[in-house]
């Protein structure tokens, strides 16, 4: 199978012809506009190994995002870092290339703390390893993670170890009515008590909070916290991660991750708050400009999440220094710039 994948890759190294790297497709409109022909993964499919008691998982990128989480509630286990599907069929590799978290990041880590090593094939064909199966397995730079968020820009993802964390003996969700300016200052109290928080969103008014731990934990958390309980809360933050409520079809859709203390910005727009008010959500018309400037002002970043893409790209652009060190490491793992051209960065 991988030797398929070898071969196109190879050609279009010495064509210099570009591809596209797909897995499911639910996250094709993320990041700026690609192009080239479709190399798609779904043939990479498949788990490799799993070890319960050892909380590691390896399986080939192509493996359906729902396969995987389905084998590990059999073991009462998770993906703790709770990937974004967005109701289409997303893959394991895919995931791990967008580098995408859901509700319980902030509390529970992001999706680079959880990769252990990958597999991949760079942009001249050659086939290459990071990483391995064991959670002390790094010395020196961790290539592995390097892979996480860099949207296939860099080689083709073709196997993926990761750990998992087991599931939370108890949760229950919580829900407040509390204006944006009262919710920000909550949520920086809470994350400052030995509270068992695991998610917080603010949307039109009311604060819906998660919290997931032991069953004493939470039920000491819930009597101390007070408010109304969400029967449908797994539903709920399934939607939230999913991005499946009207508020979300909105465009422009912008992602500002900003400092979690950061007043409210006062743009005037709809919006949607999270990660306990690291991440603001915005639903604007607004020039890119204006919105990178509020969102660097806050000691953050704005990336355009779905809409017309800005002349500059999607994501902020990058400082000098940091562009060039972007461009020595696309330079050494895809020299001809086949894998995903434009995606990340306009120019590469």
Known sequence: MLDTFIERIR??????SPLIIQGGGSKTFYGSADEGEVLSTRKLTGVIDYQPKELVLTARAGTPLAEVEALLAEQNQMLAFEPPHFGGPATLGGSIAAGLSGPRRPYAGAARDFVLGVRMIDGTGQPLRFGGQVIKNVAG????????????TLGLLTEVSLKVLPKPAAETTLQF?????????????????????SATSWHAGMLTVRLSGAASAVQA?????GGEALNDAPAFWQRLRDQATPFFDKRPLWRLA???TTPPLKLGDAQWIEWGGAVRWLASDRPATTLREAAKAAGGHATLFRGDTPPDGAFTPLAPALLTLHRNL???????GIFNHGRLVPDF
């Open 330 to 336: 696309k330079q050494r793992f895809d020299p001809r």
């Open 258 to 260: 900003v400092k979690p």
């Open 141 to 152: 730079y961790d290539v592995s993670r390097l892979m996480v968020g860099a949207l296939g």
């Open 221 to 225: 958390a819930q009597a101390k916290l």
């Open 177 to 197: 009515e509390l204006d944006e300016a009262a919710v920000i200052l909550k949520m920086n109290q809470w994350a400052g008590q030995p509270l068992p928080l």
């Open 11 to 16: 050609t279009a190294h010495e064509n210099a």
